[in-house]
T-cell receptor
């Protein structure tokens, strides 16, 4: 079955450490996204990519980095510059280069906690 | 003022009740609208698109009112399994999505 796979499901980060969250899709979708969700809040866009080797900053990109070397993969690195990284991170994709006509398909998420 | 606003609830209703949620948006250039369902500690899942003509899927009906800039979700004959948080999403034609903070529904026996 096609879908989006995120790993790990839970991740613990020490102060000053960089961590990378994995996101892989086999839906043949063009566009991929990273969202962050804090308790009781809506999703906020971190980065998105509409095509391989190209990506754009979202609303809260500071302290994060991404790459899009393959259509199927869009990993997110949370750097030590991100001062409040504890959150639920969701990877998503859409068939075309934007969500206008189709809804997002989400992965099952990664819960990141700073220890 | 937030671009997209939802009543956070919680809405506590008995089984079999009809419940409605609204979601207001401020950007008049918004082009497409969706409702998602999110279970506790899970990812959002697409529930339905919202059209000006209305969209019905079983017990669920979604409506768009462009003049007043809001969308609505109506759930008839509520089931225990409908308990979840319902998120609205508003998209502009530039491809920007804004998520509401969600409305929590609890259906009780």
């Amino acid at each position: 079955d096609g879908g989006i796979t995120q790993s790990p499901k839970y991740l613990f980060r020490k102060e000053g450490q960089n961590v990378t969250l994995s996101c892989e899709q086999n839906l043949n979708h063009d566009a991929m996204y990273w969202y962050r969700q804090d308790p009781g809040q809506g999703l906020r866009l971190i980065y998105y990519s509409q095509i391989v080797n190209d990506f754009q900053k979202g609303d809260i990109a500071e302290g994060y980095s991404v790459s899009r070397e393959k259509k199927e993969s869009f990993p997110l690195t949370v750097t030590s510059a991100q001062k409040n990284p504890t959150a639920f991170y969701l990877c998503a994709s859409t068939p075309q280069r934007g969500p206008l006509n189709y809804g997002y398909t989400f992965g099952s998420g990664t819960r990141l906690t700073v220890v | 003022r937030k671009e997209v606003e939802q009543d956070p609830g919680p809405f506590n209703v008995p089984e079999g009740a009809t419940v409605a949620f609204n979601c207001t948006y401020s950007n008049s250039a918004s082009q497409s609208f969706f409702w998602y369902r999110q279970d506790c500690r899970k990812e959002p899942k697409l529930l339905m698109s919202v059209y000006s003509s209305g969209n019905e899927d079983g017990r669920f009906t979604a409506q768009l009112n462009r003049a007043s800039q809001y969308i609505s979700l109506l759930i008839r004959d509520s089931k225990l399994s409908d308990s979840a948080t319902y998120l609205c999403v508003v998209n502009t034609n530039a491809g920007k999505s804004t998520f509401g903070d969600g409305t929590t529904l609890t259906v009780k026996p």
